[in-house]
């Protein structure tokens, strides 16, 4: 949780916090982060993070959900079970808000490092009818997004692997 400090900051001064936390946490495992870098690259005393984030991981978990915030907000329409295209378009224009928005190296970092770190949670079962082919294509389609995130150079054999299943027609 931001502690309420934060809001009152400058833009200017928020930007550089926030470009610094981008990159310690873009460049290190949250593991391996430390207070000592970030303040020393916004100019900030020490006492001033601490005046901002509870800790590293707070630090971390505002960081990643304005990423998050900012990456999903311009997704294109909500994709249905019957609209393939709609989900391949999703993940192109998630991968492409992650390289405009400066978020690869964080995005990475959290799959490569740092997902654990706040614990799994198992996938929302759909109530709806049509439930279970729901859940598999948002696991499939949150996969997919991983995968290309993790190995850049297999996006388009991954979308291709991904429309191929989801073309499928129910026997």
Known sequence: MVLPTFAHISPEKKERVRQALLHEFGTHPLAEAQVARIV???????????KYFV????????IFAQA???????????PTL???EAYIDSIRHFITAIDAGGYRALITMHYRYNEAAFGVQPSRMPAENDGPVHWAI??????TVRDIILAPETMDARIAQLRAVLSRKEA
């Open 40 to 50: 020393r690259e916004t100019g900030i005393a020490r006492g001033a993070f601490y």
């Open 55 to 62: 800790d590293l991981q707070d630090a971390y978990q505002y």
């Open 68 to 78: 998050m915030r900012e990456i999903h907000s311009g997704l294109p329409q909500m």
């Open 82 to 84: 019957t609209n393939t």
């Open 138 to 143: 948002t696991v499939l389609y949150h996969q």
